[in-house]
């Protein structure tokens, strides 16, 4: 597809033949204000540096990326392209599009003044594979332990609702003193069907606190603050913030951006909002001349071991590779973390699971043992 330069220099979008299509793009792009995935990322900085490896300009690489993509992407990489096309530089382009980081343009900004664009691109490209990779990992660690337990809540859910109750009808028939254990599952089942209409509601508000928790900073905080009480989800949570944390400081440090610059960029790449206001906190001690690592003692979010590679950096001058060190760890670390995860919580599932519905059976199966002078 051809670019024409005078549509470009006007900033008029060519005109398109399906106006239903249109409209329900502005709808999409209307009540969808998030910035794009970590994948998006990904395949846009890894299509833009293979492109521009290839000879092809930068407009000519937009606009074949543009084409790879439909409604809000697609606009916003229109977007993206016209400005370029009328002269700024593609890192005041992504500093202009809300759906594009801060982090991002600034660390293209460098590469343009420093000739080292193709470098950035490429360091940009691995940074969002991380974070893509990462997520992987945590769905893939969660995934089948939720699973497991939705599945239970439904044999829960079909016991005590249908199960139980047919037990109890056969029982009054029968006129006979019932078991304790017995007598218990049939007063949770009357109970269940009392108040069942209360886990659907309870799932309503669970997700009506979601989406007040997002709008909300206080109780985001307060929120995170307890997950990362919680233990070996805590860690892992923990250890997630550290990766990512390390990971844009090695590219800052390395692209010579000035360390108290360098925190302030990365703190707003922080999804923890107590990770990331003590990251504004040392921001704020390091201007007044405290050390990095002395900050990093004193934190409780840093182990000794993170403490003391900090510190060596300091010493030696190359704290942009000490973070690089870090990073590596950290992702070393996540792994097993996940795989650790999976591995205590299946078994755990399993054995609560089993033990709740064998006690359920053995409670309704107690008083024909009786009876047939089993015991």
Known sequence: MKIKLTELK???????????????SKDIVLFSNSKFSAKFFQKFYDSLLGLLLAGLDII????????QHKTKPAATLYSLKTQVAKGAFLSQALKECKEFYTYDAY?????????????????????????????????????????????????????LGFLIPTFKDIYLRMNIELPVITQLMLDVSDAFSNYAFLLPLGLLLLLAFNFYAKSNVKVQEKTQAILLKIPLLGALLLETQLMRFSHSMYLLLS???????ALDLSAKLLSFIPFKKEIHYFNQEIKKGIAFSDLTQR??????Q??????????????SEVF???????????????????????????????????????????????LSGGI
Do not use: C, W
């Not at 006007?10 to 329900?24: A, H, I, R, Y």
């Not at 000519?60 to 084409?67: C, D, F, K, S, V």
């Not at 934190?299 to 000794?304: I, K």
């Not at 699971?353 to 199966?365: E, K, S, W």
């Open 306 to 319: 993170y403490e003391a590679m900090i510190q060596v950096g300091e010493q030696t001058g190359r704290l």
């Open 324 to 370: 690089e060190k870090l990073f590596e760890q950290k992702m070393t670390q996540l792994n097993y973390q996940t795989k650790i995860l999976g591995d205590v919580i299946e078994p755990i599932l399993i054995i609560v699971i089993g033990g709740m519905v064998a006690l359920v059976l053995i409670a309704m199966y107690l008083p024909m043992f009786g």
């Open 10 to 24: 006007t900033g008029e979008k060519p005109k398109k033949t399906s106006s239903l299509k249109d409209v329900l």
């Open 60 to 67: 000519t690489a937009l606009n074949i990326i543009e084409n």
């Open 107 to 159: 660390l293209i900004a460098i590469g343009e003044k420093t000739g080292r664009l193709h470098e950035i691109l490429k360091e940009l490209e691995a940074y969002y594979a991380t974070k893509v990779k990462l997520k992987r990992m945590l769905v893939s660690a969660l995934s089948y332990p939720m699973l497991v337990i939705a599945l239970s809540i439904g044999v829960l859910y079909f016991m």
């Open 299 to 304: 934190s409780t979010f840093f182990d000794a």
């Open 255 to 261: 692209a010579k951006v000035p360390i108290t610059e």
